[in-house]
C-alpha cells in the first residue's frame, strides 16, 4: 500500500509526474516509526497516547533505559515492525547533551532487518 511521502520535520515533495510522491514497505516504515517516535504524546488529537515524545526529552539528563524502553514499547505497537523479533536499541548520550538512538528491526512484511538513528 502506498503512503504520501512524508519524512518528520520536511516539507512533502513531489513526485516524477508532478503529484505528491508516495512510497511504500520499508521507506512508509520507516516514515511511519519516525513519526511516531517524534510525535509528542497528546499532540495527535485522534488518538492521545500516540507518540513516543522523543522531542519532549530535549535539554532533560538522558536516562538511557527509560529513552530505550520507551523506543522499544513504541515500536511494538507499529504494524510494520515484527513484533516476534527482538528489537535492538542502542542510546547514547555525548557530552554535549545529544542523545543519538540507534535502531534495528525486523519489517514484517519482508522480514529483512532495518535500520534508523534518531539524534535528539
Given amino acids: 500500500m502506498n503512503a504520501i511521502a512524508h519524512v518528520m520535520g520536511a516539507d512533502l515533495t513531489l513526485g ?3 503529484g505528491l510522491a508516495v512510497v511504500s514497505g520499508a521507506e512508509a516504515v520507516r516514515q511511519r516509526l ?3 517516535l517524534c510525535t509528542n504524546a497528546g499532540d495527535y488529537i485522534w488518538q492521545m497516547d500516540y507518540g513516543a515524545g ?3 526529552m530535549v535539554g532533560d539528563p538522558a536516562v538511557v533505559a527509560m529513552i530505550r524502553g520507551v523506543v522499544v514499547a ?3 505497537l507499529e504494524a510494520g515492525v515484527d513484533r516476534t523479533r ?3 536499541v542502542t542510546v547514547v548520550p555525548d557530552a554535549d547533551g545529544i542523545v543519538s538512538c540507534s535502531i ?3 519489517d514484517a512484511a519482508t522480514q529483512e ?3 534508523m538513528d534518531i539524534a535528539f
Fill in 34 to 36: 519516525l513519526r511516531r
Fill in 104 to 106: 534495528v528491526y525486523t
Fill in 16 to 18: 516524477a509526474a508532478g
Fill in 74 to 76: 513504541q515500536m511494538a
Fill in 86 to 88: 527482538l528489537v535492538d
Fill in 113 to 115: 532487518e532495518q535500520g
Fill in 54 to 56: 522523543l522531542p519532549s
